[in-house]
């Protein structure tokens, strides 16, 4: 029997299809009356809090659930869709039905690029979304940044106050108009307006100034990322000495002339959600963009208001042969905020805060609701992997395979992010940030807030850090729900398990600056095994002490002095940290039999090994030390008999003193100590593995991020035939902790666990 047999019915027939998912704000109700158009159906279909509800009847109903499956429209993410037979009701017409409200089970798309139509019409003359820098479709633009609650319709959005002209009006009523319920549908007669002229942006930047511009989640800071002087300037006004800018360019073959470009980085770079996608430079852009680094952070543009502002700048080309075109252009496009502060969203705010820094504060009366960072990725062990979670993947949530109880995890103090579950879905918040000032706990409280709202939760357990000093501890603590207190390095794990729904017992390992362990010590190296609710911590790292206390992780020579009063070496600190007038006094109080904090953590092992190769001896943000050493290597090599494992211990003292007999600097001291180190992790880990009869290795921490040190150990654990999961979903550092505590909440329930009640 042909398909199309299989399709064609003399008998008409009524069928009642409950779509959930992704499938509000994409377009999906005119692509569902299209096709019933083409089927000749009648009936009608609806947004309603659980998601869309269709009806169709006529001899093509079974073809239309087919259709339906196999091509839904394409920001369309489909979790069910059931089926209904119903008795024969007639009717001439397929209708667009009124949206009913009501408590929410459905969700809201993620904010995606600039669709290729949309860029046509936006330099197209005759169109009447010409030079419109908010256009938009149902295929792109705004979704999760501007809603405010469910089911999608524009009286939710903060396009609720403009009026539709008639044109938009039209075409918005006309299911063959690709604009057919497209929600922020809005042109230059309707629409909000922008403040500046597109020209005035672009003299400002060619002049060498620095600009501030509206984007779909916040402000960003921009200016000529191939103008020293002006890069330079723009650190100094921002008070943002060395941590690397993200720059944007037009295309991929633009991004081609900055820096070397895989094939799937280039996938990540044209992928819809546009995120900054970490790349090896060529050496083209100006210093300061990324100082002491090897990778530079690119984005395509994806709002027309960028494509209007680099257009302008290009000197106005023809466009359909300057959009694929290489071409010089390269504008640093960072958040614009202060100090880790919450990414300005506000006008005001903007207007009001920025002026100090930006020559031009442009924007628009476009009300952004929620804000959202630009996500950054890279692709590690062959594949994407989040560096931060933000624009254009948040809400889409996560499989956690089971059904539970609705969590709401608080995450770590650090890169904090915020977990809600509904069933089985996990949805992780946007990056949040650092909670160390008052605007980002702030900013944490709104998103809480808002996830709630549009996705109509009510948490009933809260999960949380061991740390009691957390804020996000205190906060969960706060809620008065039940409480499932989770070590941070077993979140680590139970993310990444969770979001591969594996099964069965699996060895985690844990790699990263350090959490607070079962005993009460700062833990960042560790082997924990994992099944469901059980888990036991293994293996660590050889303890270093940690003097200073948070004060190492800034200073990385402490951790230069501490490996080597480890080594018994300490006359050696003078010359080994000449840069660090501290070191000798501080190796005089190990001397003179002072006692500090042990901590296995692998991070202030590289901080250590940083300071005493030259590298790295005071960092301007996390993990400086760390990826300045990982920048210098070109091939890994690893030195035979540089570490030992005594009981599950991973002792590293013999790759130190190598280190220092050998007096390796710079490339020298960053190559060995990455080979030896992914040696060493290997040994550990396979040896671990046999112990315990395990084939699944999950590896998370934010060391993870380390590209070098990622490929490296996943390759070596695989070519020993372990089945090796890198988070993929969630970042690897701190931001995906939340994923984790909410994912064993779960576990611990299914298993019948108490929880604590404060």
Not at 4 to 15: M, N, P, V, W
Not at 449 to 467: M, N, Q, S, T
Not at 741 to 749: D, G, S
Request: glycine share 8%; hydrophobic share 45%.
């Amino acid at each position: 029997m042909t398909a199309q047999r299989a399709f064609a019915s003399d008998r008409e027939r009524r069928l009642r299809l409950r779509v959930r998912g992704a499938v509000q704000g994409v377009g999906f109700r005119p692509h569902v009356y299209g096709l019933a158009a083409r089927l000749s159906l009648s009936g009608f279909v609806r947004n309603d809090a659980e998601g869309v509800l269709i009806e169709v009847e006529g001899a093509g109903a079974d073809q239309f659930v087919h259709a339906l499956r196999l091509a839904p429209p394409p920001l369309a993410r489909i979790d069910s869709l059931d089926v209904a037979e119903l008795p024969l009701s007639g009717g001439a017409e397929f209708v667009i039905a009124a949206t009913v409200a009501g408590a929410s089970l459905t969700r809201i798309g993620a904010d995606v690029a600039v669709c290729e139509a949309c860029l046509t019409e936006l330099f197209d003359p005759k169109s009447r979304f010409y030079r419109y820098p908010l256009v938009n479709c149902t295929h792109c633009g705004p979704r999760y940044t501007l809603t405010r609650a469910l089911p999608y319709d524009r009286a939710q959005t903060s396009m609720a106050p403009f009026a539709m002209c008639p044109d938009c009006a039209r075409d918005y009523a006309d299911p063959t108009n690709r604009r057919f319920h497209a929600e922020p549908i809005a042109c230059r007669e309707c629409g909000p307006k922008l403040d500046t002229e597109i020209a005035d942006v672009a003299d400002c930047l060619g002049k060498g100034g620095v600009v501030a511009l509206k984007g779909l989640g916040g402000y960003h800071l921009l200016c000529d990322a191939r103008d020293e002087a002006t890069v330079a300037r723009l650190r100094r006004l921002k008070a943002r000495e060395a941590k690397p800018f993200a720059v944007m360019v037009t295309n991929a073959a633009s991004a081609a002339r900055v820096a070397e470009i895989s094939e799937a980085e280039r996938a990540l770079l044209e992928s819809r959600p546009r995120p900054i996608v970490l790349v090896r430079s060529r050496g083209a852009l100006a210093p300061s963009v990324a100082p002491g680094l090897a990778e530079v952070g690119l984005m395509l543009a994806y709002t027309p208001l960028q494509w209007l502002v680099l257009h302008a700048l290009a000197g106005e080309p023809d466009f359909a042969a300057w959009r694929h075109a290489p071409n010089d252009l390269a504008l640093v496009a960072t958040s614009a905020n202060f100090g880790g502060e919450p990414l300005i969203a506000d006008d005001d705010e903007a207007r009001r805060r920025l002026a100090p820094i930006a020559d031009l504060v442009v924007g628009h009366a476009r009300q952004i609701v929620v804000r959202a960072d630009d996500s950054v990725m890279r692709v590690l062990d062959g594949a994407p992997a989040f560096i931060r979670r933000a624009r254009g993947f948040v809400p889409e949530p996560i499989d956690l395979g089971v059904e539970g109880p609705s969590v709401l995890a608080a995450g770590a103090d650090l890169k904090n992010t915020i977990t809600l579950t509904r069933g089985r879905e996990a949805f992780v918040s946007q990056y949040v940030g650092d909670l160390d000032d008052r605007d980002t706990i702030r900013f944490r409280d709104e998103t809480i807030a808002h996830l709630k709202r549009i996705l109509a939760i009510e948490p009933e357990i809260a999960a949380c850090d061991l740390h009691p000093d957390f804020h996000s501890t205190r906060a969960a603590e706060a809620t008065g729900l039940p409480i499932a207190r989770v070590q941070h390095h077993l979140a680590h794990v139970a993310a990444v398990a969770a979001e591969h729904r594996l099964s069965g017992g699996v060895l985690g390992v844990a790699l990263d600056g350090q959490g607070y362990g079962t005993d009460a010590r700062p833990w960042g190296g560790e082997l924990i095994t994992l099944d469901g609710a059980d888990w036991e911590r293994v293996g660590w790292l050889e303890p270093l002490p940690l003097p200073g206390g948070d004060a190492a992780a800034r200073e990385p020579w402490r951790m230069g002095v501490a490996a080597l009063a480890m080594l018994g070496r300490l006359d050696a600190a003078a010359r080994l940290l000449p840069a660090a007038p501290n070191a000798a006094r501080l190796a005089a109080r190990f001397t003179a039999g002072a006692h500090f904090p042990l901590t296995t953590s692998l991070g202030r092992v590289f901080d250590a090994a940083a300071a005493l190769a030259g590298v790295r001896l005071m960092q301007h943000y996390e993990g400086q030390a760390a990826m300045e050493l990982e920048a210098l290597v070109a091939r890994p090599r690893a030195g035979a008999g540089l570490w030992r494992i005594v009981e599950g211990c991973l002792v590293l003292r013999p790759l130190f003193a190598a280190l220092i007999d050998e007096n390796l600097r710079g490339r020298e001291a960053a190559e060995l100590f990455h080979g030896t180190l992914i040696a060493a992790l290997d040994a550990w880990i396979a040896a671990a593995a046999a112990a315990h009869d395990l084939t699944q290795v999950a590896l998370g921490g934010g060391c993870l991020m380390n590209r070098v040190l990622a490929d490296g150990l996943a390759a070596a654990l695989r070519a020993r035939g372990l089945a090796v999961y890198l988070p993929r979903a969630a970042p690897a550092n701190d931001g995906g902790v939340s994923l984790g505590q909410a994912a064993f909440a779960h576990a611990l329930l299914s298993a019948g666990a108490s929880l604590s009640e404060d």
